[in-house]
């Protein structure tokens, strides 16, 4: 049932909604920038989380003259390219006309309850896109926007009750940072030789990676049909950052045969261990295998480390990266080296999945909360 008390209002009355200004061309003549004034551009929000603390470009005096300067605690949203971007601004900032600054009326609106409202109508406000040479939305769309609102001591309450959702993601997002940078300064000292176990005494040796990986094509592994499903059983993969792009039920032409291997992108050479049964996407990827005496995890971790520039649309395991050289210690040293990554590992994955945790947690508690399915007890006075 839908709450009594919560009225139907739009955007601007409940906030000032003000289109962000800078009226120079071109948009990059040196002579605005450079002082201190943020100039916030769309990366800088879409890129932020909840606050704004960092950004990329300042203005000078003759810059604020051109542009328009709004108050801390202003929402900014973007409008152009990925449109519904939201961050909440701890300083004084510039902006383009690709944002609009949100300023909420303080005695009828919570700054942080609107942005968590303003998160759930992103879909909402793309399908109202117009495209040009981007896709972009205005202040027609925005400024009549409809929000079904409490009244402002349950806004108050709701948003405390998000912030601590919100406080516990930032701390694990930090807790992951802090495990990623631990585990790159780990690479670094084993896989170079800088820091060794003392039981181990032998010359490191250095050796190409065709030395040490056979290379499968992915042909009889192809999926044959894009119709995923997460009810399915084997994942079918990409090198690169999506990784898992869907579940298939297919039973033929499964890769299981020497596991774990390393994925590998012929084009763009990213990588990514595998250990699991899996059917590939890609015919530009290779499926890598460890040779006799040689533990394919530390090969794969080696690998990361490599400075390699990408050169043209070419495939690159065997003109040019197989031939790329590592330093390789002997075997029982590789698979301590590789343990202790694993390690690692086992522990950044526990964060990423505690972090997936808290944000579905979250966006859950959402779709209660701002839509007042479920409601905040109100203290009596």
Sequence with gaps: MEPKEWDFKSLDE???????????????????????????????????????????????????????VFPKGTILITIAANIGDTAITTF???????????QPYKERVDVFWLKNVLDTKRDELDSQSTQNAQKNINLQVL?????????????????????????????????????????????????????????????WKHVELGSLLE??????????????????????????????????NESEGIYKDKLPVIIFDDFTTDSKFVDFPF?????????????DGVSIKYVFEAMQM??????????????IFSNLVISIPEIA???????VLSTADSELETLKQQLNRLEQ?????????????????????
């Design 215 to 248: 290379y499968k094509q992915p042909t009889p592994y192809l999926v044959k049909s894009t119709d995923y499903n997460d009810d399915y059983e084997t994942p079918v993969l990409t090198a690169g950052k999506t990784f898992v792009l869907g579940y298939t």
């Design 279 to 291: 059917k590939a996407k890609s015919s530009a990827m290779k499926i890598l295998t460890a040779r």
């Design 14 to 68: 409940l906030a000032l909604v003000e289109r962000g200004k800078f009226s120079v061309r071109p948009r990059n003549d040196p002579r605005y920038f450079g002082g201190s004034i943020p100039f916030v551009q769309t990366g800088d929000i879409s890129s932020a989380g909840t606050y704004l603390n960092q950004y990329t470009q300042t203005l000078n005096a003759e810059g604020v003259k051109v542009s328009k």
């Design 143 to 203: 400024k009549p926007l409809l929000i079904r609102t409490p009244p402002l001591l349950e806004q108050k309450m709701i948003a405390q009750i998000l912030s601590t959702w919100d406080k516990a993601i930032a701390t694990t997002e930090q807790l992951l940072n802090n495990s990623q940078k631990q585990k790159k300064a780990l690479m670094q000292q084993l896989l170079t030789g800088k820091k060794r176990f003392s039981e181990f005494k032998e010359d």
């Design 361 to 381: 947690e979250k966006k859950a508690l959402m779709q209660q909360l701002l839509t007042g399915k479920r409601r905040v007890k109100m203290e009596v006075a």
């Design 92 to 102: 004084d900032v510039a902006c383009p006309d690709s944002v609009v600054a949100i």
């Design 306 to 319: 490599l400075d390699f520039t990408i050169g043209g649309h070419q495939r690159h395991w065997i003109s």
């Design 333 to 339: 040293e590789q698979q301590k080296i590789a343990s």
